[in-house]
């Protein structure tokens, strides 16, 4: 039995880890979920119940995305997405992971959170994009002229900022930022990671991925 991963399209703690394994050269078989009915075979494995997991050949499950994605570049890295100052990267994915990741979560579903206005808490998301801005208006990617390991991590949740109203983000002040995002939604390694997959069922048989 191969490496085994459990996956939602549209997440983008998945996307990262998708991107990661692509790039890496690994293959896996992807199991596609529906969110509102996780398998009985992805929470015997991690009881959390988030996406992306990943079940190793030697029985290793990991279950956080940013696991994946170290796993993965751990055993190819061919554009040394690892190099520069990890622990600054680091930090950077953690404010988009448990700060960022929040106010979006609020911004995208506004009506769920009536206490401000949808403006308000796209206001608390652009403290984040403000940083990246500056930082991308100093080089071409966020820690340096080379695509890296936070490039990738990050962007799948900005793209998904963006989609929630882009008329407004077409015309906010972030040129660096929308040309960056752009070029990474436009490569075809994320276009790879994008292709559509029937829903796993039990008894339905896995799809190769990449
Ligand atoms: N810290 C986790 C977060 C993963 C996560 O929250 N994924 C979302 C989907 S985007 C999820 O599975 N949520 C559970 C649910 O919606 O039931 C990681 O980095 O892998």
């Known amino acids: 039995m191969k490496h085994c991963l459990y996956s939602f399209r549209r997440c983008p703690y998945a996307m990262r880890a998708r991107l990661a394994i692509a790039y890496s050269g690994q293959s896996v078989q992807l199991r596609e979920i529906i969110l509102k009915e996780k398998p009985a075979e992805m929470l015997a494995l991690?009881?959390?119940?988030t996406v992306p997991v990943l079940a190793l050949q030697s029985d290793e499950v990991l279950d956080e995305s940013l696991d994946i994605m170290?796993?993965?570049?751990?055993?190819?890295?061919?554009?040394?997405?690892l190099s520069g100052n990890i622990h600054a990267m680091l930090a950077l994915i953690d404010e988009n992971d448990f700060e960022f990741k929040g106010w979006l979560d609020r911004y995208k579903y506004a009506d769920r959170f009536p206490e401000y206005e949808e403006s308000y808490y796209r206001e608390q998301c652009e403290d984040f994009l403000i940083q990246l801005e500056q930082r991308l208006a100093n080089s071409d990617y966020l820690f340096s002229e080379k695509l890296s390991l936070a490039d990738i991590a990050i962007f799948p949740f900005i793209r998904q900022f963006a989609a929630v109203d882009q008329t407004w983000f077409q015309q906010a002040p972030y040129p660096h930022l929308q040309k960056w995002l752009d070029s990474l939604i436009n490569a075809s390694l994320f276009k790879s990671i994008m292709q559509k997959y029937p829903t796993w069922l039990t008894s339905q048989t896995e799809h190769t991925f990449p």
């Open 70 to 81: 170290g796993w993965a570049l751990s055993l190819n890295d061919p554009d040394q997405w």
């Open 46 to 49: 991690s009881s959390k119940g």
